[in-house]
């Protein structure tokens, strides 16, 4: 960053340039006739300039005392901004090139502007940033409302920013960019004014097209590409798969109660800190997958995986093998699915009854109504205290499912239930350590008492009990760890 005597310049004032020869010879005689009529401007700390460097500079040569005015603490950068155009364009001719030019400078530092305004609003209101969720037996998001723009037309708003408030035209910011990013040299040419932008894109395109063009290899035929939809409507492509659609068999003790995932939704928009999938879903390695990222997303071409997965021979009489777990990244019965999509996944089911579907949500009113599969595994995962009505509630009126179980994973705080006889299974577990796009969510552990409570309670009620082997942290054979209820629902 530039200075002027004790004080910092602000980059964008910088960028237009100082005024020399004659012109500035007269401002200093100006100065030495009638002082400094318009002050020089400083931000509200008094520590960078705003406005004001040929003024500062004609006071300075004509040992003419500055005079500062003071912004108020309440500028933005965006208001600084603004501030330092409108100051700077009344003052001086620019030609339309200039202009444009100064577009793509202010384009630049308002971008750099808004993206400190958004850190600093995320840091001191963390509650809206994006965040998820821990283990495998959820599949957890955020909030509608947090939906950014597309970066495209993000830009087109930047860009259509930039040209109003420095006066410059769409077509010539377009113009300043082909030239900026091209042909440097000729930008600079037109900054100071030696040659007009027509012209130098005129000398960008004929430097284009003299260029030597390279051999045209065969291009190999691309991807059929298919067009899925968001929660919202929106299309994303997505290349054809070239297979037919199957179950994920699942790998690892993540998921230790079922052999396979299956997921024609992904994504979600409840926002728990912890969740396994959104850490998936917006890691770089798993991008091809999860074209919206963790946005939610329809997957019509899944909807066939049940009636072409094809359990192996050496697993055929493992009971795991016959269960799949439905969505394990997504909340298939979240408030913004739409309907149609549970009610082709839910038609997909029913017309393959072979499978014990295992699904798990934590808006279990939606299940209330729904035509089920005669092996369901029909799920509500509770978290926290204010859950527990709301489970309670629509396990009551649930009827035509196989089995009714409880996740309650990660077990965040002590839980009170009224009634568990309405569960047959009841699975408990700890938070595992996750890395979200916000920073690192470490792994938390249930007090004993939370889970013995719970433990004996489900006793109680005729309740199966499975504990996740993550409550015990390390259970290698060094360190065995006690053996944990590892029950399942009876057939």
Request: proline share 8%.
């Amino acid at each position: 960053m530039a200075t002027l005597g004790p004080y910092e310049v602000h980059p964008f004032a910088d960028a237009f340039p100082l005024i020399d020869g004659e012109e500035f010879e007269e401002l200093v005689r100006d100065v030495k006739r009638n002082g400094l009529r318009e002050p020089i401007i400083l931000n509200h700390d008094r520590t960078v300039l705003i406005d004001g460097r040929n003024r500062w500079r004609a006071c300075d040569e004509a040992g003419v005392d500055q005079v500062f005015e003071t912004l108020p603490a309440r500028y933005t950068e965006s208001m600084i901004l603004d501030l330092i155009v409108s100051k700077n364009m009344a003052r001086r001719q620019l030609n339309p090139g200039q202009r444009a030019l100064m577009a793509l400078e202010y384009e630049r530092y308002y971008a750099e502007a808004a993206k400190k305004a958004e850190a600093a609003r995320k840091l001191t209101n963390p509650s809206n940033q994006h965040v998820t969720q821990s283990s495998a037996t959820r599949a957890d998001l955020r909030t509608a409302e947090e939906w950014v723009e597309p970066q495209a037309r993000r830009q087109q708003r930047s860009d259509e920013r930039a040209a109003k408030v420095v006066g410059a035209s769409g077509r010539a910011v377009q113009q300043a960019k082909a030239v900026a990013r091209d042909a440097p040299d000729l930008a600079a040419k037109v900054r100071t004014g030696e040659i007009a932008l027509d012209a130098a894109d005129k000398q960008r395109r004929a430097r284009i097209a003299a260029m030597p063009k390279p051999e045209r290899v065969p291009s190999k035929p691309g991807p059929v590409m298919l067009t899925l939809r968001t929660h919202d409507g929106a299309e994303v492509a997505y290349p054809k798969p070239s297979g037919k659609a199957t179950f994920n068999e699942s790998k690892g003790d993540g998921i230790s109660w079922a052999a396979w995932s299956w997921n024609p939704v992904t994504g979600c928009l409840h926002g728990c800190t912890y969740c396994y999938a959104r850490e998936i879903a917006t890691n770089e390695r798993f991008r091809p997958g999860f074209p919206a990222g963790f946005t939610p997303l329809f997957h019509h071409e899944r909807l066939d995986a049940p009636a072409n997965t094809v359990i192996p021979a050496a697993h055929r009489d493992d009971p795991a093998y016959q269960r799949v777990f439905v969505c394990s990244m997504a909340d298939l019965y979240g408030r913004w699915v739409p309907q149609e999509w549970i009610d082709q996944v839910h038609a997909s089911m029913c017309a393959n009854p072979a499978w014990q579907y295992i699904t798990l949500t934590k808006f279990p009113d939606r299940y209330v109504g729904l035509e089920m599969p005669p092996g369901a595994w029909v799920g509500t995962s509770v978290d926290e205290q204010k859950r527990v009505r709301i489970a309670e509630r629509a396990f009551q009126q649930i009827d035509g499912a196989a089995v009714k179980w409880l996740s309650l994973e990660p077990l965040k705080e002590p839980l009170e239930f009224t009634d568990l006889s309405m569960f047959d299974w009841v699975v408990i577990g700890a938070q595992t350590e996750t890395r979200q796009p916000g920073g690192t969510v470490p792994a938390f552990a249930p007090n004993f008492e939370w889970v013995a409570r719970i433990v004996a309670q489900a006793r109680e009620a005729g309740c199966r009990v499975h504990l996740k082997p993550n409550l015990l942290g390390r259970t290698d054979s060094g360190h065995p760890g006690m053996q944990l209820p590892d029950e399942y629902p009876l057939p």
